[in-house]
């Protein structure tokens, strides 16, 4: 594998039309100033234990939740996503960022990735082609080699497993139960901005000890096959909406891309 320079030109580009994954403290900070927020659902549907020399399981496991679909056990990652169509709120005219000092993790590791299991792909980035030819070197090997980066990263994978917990009472309290199959896609929950603030302070500063896995959520899935192998293993899955359902489905290959994704595994 060739080595990755890389540049930041300044252009702007990764401020426009993204979706970013927040930790739970960001997530506040966003609402409060104002900004969008979604909660994108998928889950992992493991009719029997993954192994423990797994790891692309082990790093699900860490920065999700246990639930159970009809009855099935799954594990639940939920992603609080900053919604930035067009320019970003907080972009100046002069292309820099207003909150520069307080700005996401997930801006800060731009362009690299937060997921281990995620192949890093230019192509996959919103960054101009000169920014690849020049500066030093932030892949290689396939991994992010800048010291300050895989700091940024390392943080962001402990906040994302720090805050499994809280996204379950999060999900609770806001009678979210949809998850798309992981891999597939995400099922999108958007709900009124003062209900999830108002929940995500009462998740946060609410007890570690949450009781019983939740029993009621069910699993989407667009494609027929993939439902009908999972409600075989005794998962409740459907492939059509259901009465009352207010999610929308984002395909993972049709979505706007997850800036430094976390999701996909
Ligand atoms: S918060 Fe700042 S760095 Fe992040 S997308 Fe918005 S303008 Fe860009
Ligand atoms: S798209 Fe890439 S080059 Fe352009 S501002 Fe963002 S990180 Fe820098």
Known sequence: MVDIPFACTMCGK???NHSLPLTFDEAIMWLEDGGHLHVFC????WPSPPSPADAQAAYRKRRSFAARSGGSPIHVAALLVGVVKGPCRNLGPDMRCRIYDRRPLVCRIYPAEVNPFFAFETDRKA???DAWTAGGTLIADGDPVDEATCALIAEARRRDAEDAPRKRRLCRALGIHVAAVAGEGFANHMRNAD???KAL???KS???DDGP???DWRLYSPRAATVETLRSSGFDA???KQKNDTFWYESAAAMPKLRAAYAAA
Do not use: K, R
């Open 14 to 16: 990764c401020c426009n």
């Open 42 to 45: 998928e889950a992992a549907a």
């Open 127 to 129: 960054c101009p082609p």
């Open 195 to 197: 209900a999830v603030l």
């Open 201 to 203: 302070h009462e998740a």
């Open 206 to 208: 609410a007890p570690a």
């Open 213 to 215: 896995d939740d029993t």
């Open 238 to 240: 459907v492939s059509q």
